[in-house]
């Protein structure tokens, strides 16, 4: 069975970091695109970053330049480095997965989604 889970959210300061860890089991991410999305209250899921199955990586205007999509393979593991990290960018952080061979920042193309993970940005 195809399962995501998500880790390494938390409480963090304004300019602080984050390293967000996707793990899969059930199936290799070699044959996958990975999708980070976030929600935060009162506010519709938006995608945060993606990265292909040939490591080409897309980012959400808002996060380029602070946050960084990886994957390492041999672990089965896809990254979120968030940099800079600022109020707004507290949400629920979900990753999802799509045998698509592209990688897009619509929820409407993955088909797996993990259970979340909590970010809070906080002084």
């Known amino acids: 069975q195809l399962q995501l889970v998500e880790s390494g959210g938390g409480l963090v300061q304004p300019g602080g970091s984050l390293r967000l860890s996707c793990a899969a089991s059930?199936?290799?991410?070699?044959?996958?695109?990975i999708g980070w999305f976030r929600q935060a209250p009162g506010k519709e899921r938006e995608g945060v970053s993606c990265?292909?199955?040939?490591?080409?990586?897309n980012y959400a205007d808002s996060v380029k330049g602070r946050f960084t999509i990886s994957r390492d393979n041999a672990k089965n593991t896809v990254y979120l480095q968030m940099n800079s990290l600022k109020p707004e960018d507290t949400a629920v952080y979900y990753c999802?997965?799509?045998?698509?061979?592209?990688?897009?920042?619509?929820?409407?193309?993955?088909?797996?989604w993990g259970q979340g993970t909590q970010v809070t940005v906080s002084s």
């Open positions: 059930g199936f290799t991410l070699d044959y996958y695109a």
């Open positions: 990265i292909s199955r040939s490591d080409s990586t």
């Open positions: 999802a997965a799509t045998t698509l061979r592209i990688c897009i920042l619509d929820s409407r193309s993955f088909d797996s």
